[in-house]
């Protein structure tokens, strides 16, 4: 009896053996010195990755780190919406890894970052467009020029009403909403309306806000009210909003996926970007998060709202990631 016992254990044991080296040979090859497994896969990344800046660009990021963390369980990305002025300055301190950025950054941004030591890539993920929303109960509006954008939002406006904006439209008082100053998106927009960024109209006419929702909100609660804010909050909430066609003296054009890519919205379609701090480049949860997101931009962005760039550019955009 026990001679058999011990032919079968050791014929189990022959087939454990024989089982080890078939899931070896499949792929579960020794890790070497780097981290890396001898057939060329990555070892388990974690850690975090700290990301801040635009509310525009937050729902392109936060859709890639949603990705990237369900094959990446042990990397962390938290991401704020503080604004794109107000991100710069937590990345220029140190402070976050990567921050959103509905535009470029600017040259008092670059030198301070360059004063700092803060080296970094930026990089284009995707295009956007500025939609000018209206209530929709709002039934005269048809379209806005630039001019009367304009008059609308500009310094020292002298526009009350409707009324004031054009010949015939009610005299009833307009409600004005637009984001706070942090926001790229007013940079943006008073740059190419008002001419210069950061100049407004500031007065009690006009409600500034943080938080892109709430302006979504203002607008459908009040018919007498505009605002403006990125195209894929328009997308999330048109049920509740009227866009508003922007006459921009060639054509009069309403945003969307093909008006944006071709810039035919003009000047109301611009680049969306990401900066990441070559510091933090260097380790490997980042560099792989960065990897991630250009490989997968383009799929995500019509998702929340945005247009991809072309899959030639993500890949120059990865190339300059490994400079």
């Known amino acids: 009896m026990f001679k058999n016992r011990g032919r079968k254990s050791a014929g189990i044991l022959v087939l454990i053996m024989m089982l080890s080296t078939v899931l070896a040979a ?77 535009r ?9 970052a360059k004063e700092k030591g803060v080296e970094y890539h930026e990089v284009k993920v995707a295009y ?13 509006i048809d379209k806005l020029t630039i001019e009367e954008l304009k008059k609308i939002y500009e310094p020292d406006s002298k526009v009350k009403t409707w009324a004031d904006v054009r010949e015939g439209w009610p005299a009833e008082e307009i409600k004005i909403y637009s984001p706070g100053t942090d926001h790229g998106t007013f940079d943006y927009f008073t740059e190419v ?16 806000s943080a938080d892109t929702n709430a302006i979504v909100q203002g607008v459908a609660g009040d ?40 810039n035919s919205y003009s000047p ?6 990401v900066y990441v701090s070559d510091k933090e480049l260097e380790r490997p949860e980042v560099k792989a998060f ?13 998702e929340v709202g945005f247009v991809a760039l072309p899959d030639e550019e993500y890949q120059t955009e990865k ?3 490994a400079q």
């Open 26 to 102: 499949c792929g579960g090859g020794d890790k070497n010195a780097e981290g890396e497994n001898a057939n060329g896969g990555s070892a388990a990344l974690s850690g975090t990755i700290e990301v801040d800046g635009s509310s525009t660009v937050h729902p392109m990021t936060e859709a890639i780190a949603e990705e990237f963390g369900a094959e990446n369980k042990d990397v962390r990305v938290p991401i704020g919406t503080g604004g794109t002025g107000a991100g710069f300055k937590r990345f220029i301190a140190g402070e976050i890894a990567i921050t959103n950025a509905s």
């Open 268 to 273: 109301l379609s611009r680049p969306l970007y």
């Open 128 to 140: 956007d467009g500025l939609a000018v929303v209206v209530n929709p109960e709002n039934d005269f």
């Open 223 to 262: 018919k007498q009210s505009i605002g403006y804010f990125g195209f894929s909050f328009y997308e999330e909430n048109q049920d509740k909003l009227k866009l508003v066609p922007i006459d921009n003296g060639t054509a009069t054009v309403t945003p969307d996926a093909e008006t944006i890519k071709d």
């Open 104 to 112: 470029p950054i600017k040259e008092k941004e670059a030198a301070e």
């Open 290 to 302: 960065m990897d991630f997101y250009l490989d997968n931009a383009g799929a995500l962005a019509s």
């Open 193 to 208: 309306i008002n001419g210069e960024a950061q100049v407004s109209r500031n007065d009690k006419q006009i409600t500034f």
């Open 319 to 321: 190339d300059k990631l």
